[in-house]
């Protein structure tokens, strides 16, 4: 419930604080006087858009607040979700500066425009005249058929399992476009594929194929170098073997002399033990050391073959070739794997479609229902409003496409005379016709939901009489479970309100402001006579007045 309005520096108002109640409150004053300036500055503190134009002073910042008593409409969830500090009584306040820039707040925390209209939608219902129009649209129908068939909790249930489906779609054509691509390129990629896993490559064997070639292609040197170092080894005479034994048998001979000719013979003695095993290698490989041309041409081969592969791949290792076959065997797998992946997935989506045809279907049954006590409820109550021959014909059909909030379509048809045949809302009724049956439609949600504060802007356009005293009384009806405010030009509907406020303007030193006050008694006796009678006052609208409020 809106329980407090404060503007500042806005259009035509330099300040303004008015405090609101519950049930019937009525809004009049003059054309002119500054009714939409209010309904402008509500819609800002609401997260519409805003411009410097707005400000009255354009030196100064404008601010504009909104106080709401929430503690009925479980909003605990959307305030922690969103990260604000959930209070009963929650304050909205949208500031825009001298240079345009807009900041919105939801009780001191800062927030986006669009959680400001977000949570506007679930505390207040703003119906302006243009709105009328939304009767037409096939959603807001669907909207007025789903609240009698309290089909809530379905839609629900059946728009998350629409995302779900939407999304494996999605990722099924996804499958099927890589498909498609990878299989372009498939036999070519499985040939290069192929070549590498036959090539059967290891990870160090470059390295060992050139060492090995390298070795080959040295070999007599090799052989050369192994011969001579064998025989200055082991020449009987002056081999390096010869003399060193020589050397230790002279050492040998006074070990026992000294600790110090021990040592020394003992280090003499490891290292022709280690000459001995050197010279040992050393023919030992010089016996081995044999060209293989057979080896050599191997060797070559295979190292070429690396080398071919390396430049197809444009590479210059082993190792990326190895990173190239594992590439070419996922792309080989995505082609002869992606039928099975499009099988299970096709399965998945077939398995959610099932579930939200079941929910579609339901939601269908329960609208079929709910479509007579529709039909029922709105001309009873359009009968009231003077428009006792207006008949409605909806006709719901469940189709195979999946649409927001079901898989049905709708068409809204009215005959607004006895006999008259059935046409489009639009084009059969009229304006006043269009607001008399938003209010019904309004009235009857009412009934089912838990609307939030409505505001009707004059949406008593285009009625008078007996018709804006029944349209009174729904509105007062409304109002014993919401609280319902409305700005109109007729005193039938003005004197109905449990509270009445006047917008005017005042010349305050050449300036013209816009102000809103709450009438007293006597007061809204005056501004109701006025309304009937204009502004000479006669005793006669004075008492048509008084009845009226009586």
Avoid: W
Avoid at 51 to 61: E, F, G, M, V
Avoid at 149 to 164: F, Q, V, W
Avoid at 243 to 264: D, P, Q, R
Avoid at 390 to 414: A, C, M
């Amino acid at each position: 419930m809106l329980i407090n309005l404060s503007i500042k520096n806005y259009a035509l108002i330099d300040s303004l604080s008015v405090s609101f109640r519950d049930h019937l409150s009525t809004i009049t004053g003059e054309t002119g006087a500054g009714k939409s300036i209010l309904l402008g500055a509500l819609g800002l503190v609401l997260g519409k858009r805003a411009d410097t134009s707005t400000l009255k002073d354009a030196n100064k910042k404008c601010i504009i607040e909104a106080k709401f008593l929430i503690s009925n409409y479980q909003l605990e969830g959307f305030f922690e979700e969103n990260d604000i500090d959930f209070e009963t009584e929650t304050i909205i306040r949208r500031e825009i500066s001298p240079t345009g820039k807009s900041r919105a707040f939801i009780n001191d925390t800062p927030t986006t425009l669009q959680v400001l209209q977000d949570l506007s939608e679930k505390l207040i219902d703003v119906h302006s005249q243009h709105q009328t129009m939304q009767l037409s649209d096939v959603n807001f129908q669907f909207q007025i058929i789903d609240a009698l068939a309290a089909n809530a909790p379905k839609i629900d249930s059946y728009k998350r399992g629409l995302k779900l489906f939407n999304q494996l779609s999605k990722e099924l054509n996804e499958l099927k476009k890589n498909q498609e691509a990878a299989t372009q390129n498939y036999e070519y990629n499985l040939h290069l594929f192929d070549e590498l896993e036959k090539s059967n490559l290891q990870s160090d064997e470059q390295e060992v194929i050139e060492q090995s070639l390298d070795k080959l292609n040295n070999i007599e040197e090799i052989k050369l170098n192994l011969s001579e170092a064998q025989a200055l080894a082991l020449a009987e005479e002056i081999g390096l073997q010869t003399l060193l034994n020589a050397f230790a048998a002279n050492l040998s001979k006074i070990v026992t002399y000294s600790n110090e000719y021990k040592e020394i013979y003992d280090r003499v003695l490891s290292v022709k033990i280690e000459f001995d095993d050197i010279a040992g290698e050393i023919e030992n490989f010089n016996e081995n050391v044999d060209f293989d041309p057979l080896e050599l041409q191997k060797l070559n081969d295979r190292l070429q073959l690396i080398y071919n592969l390396q430049k197809k791949h444009s590479v210059s290792t082993i190792a990326e070739l190895l990173q190239k076959q594992e590439e070419l065997s996922v792309k080989v797998d995505a082609v002869e794997n992606s039928s099975a992946a499009i099988s299970e997935k096709e399965k998945e989506i077939n398995s959610v479609a099932e579930k939200i045809d079941k929910l579609a279907k339901s939601i269908f049954q329960e609208r079929e229902k709910a479509i007579p006590v529709l039909i029922r409820k709105l001309e009873d109550s359009l009968g009231n409003l003077g428009m006792e021959n207006t008949r409605f014909k909806l006709v719901i059909s469940h189709t195979n496409q999946y649409f927001q909030n079901g898989k049905d379509e709708l068409q809204l048809f009215i005959s607004a005379n006895r006999g008259a045949n059935f046409g489009e809302l639009k084009k059969i009724a009229s304006g006043g016709e269009l607001s008399r049956i938003m209010l019904s439609v309004k009235a009857i949600l009412s009934e089912y939901l838990k609307l939030p504060t409505i505001i009707f802007d004059e949406i008593d356009t285009g009625v008078s009489g007996d018709v804006s005293q029944k349209m009174a009384d729904i509105m007062q009806q409304m109002s014993i479970n919401m609280q319902v405010i409305t700005i109109t030009h007729l005193p039938q509907i003005a004197a109905k309100g449990k509270q009445h406020y006047k917008v005017y303007k005042e010349d305050i030193e050449n300036n013209i402001v816009t102000r809103l006050k709450e009438l007293t008694e006597i007061e809204r006796i005056e501004e109701i006579a006025e309304m009937l009678g204009g502004k000479e006052i006669s005793k006669t609208a004075i008492e048509h007045a008084k009845q009226l409020l009586n």
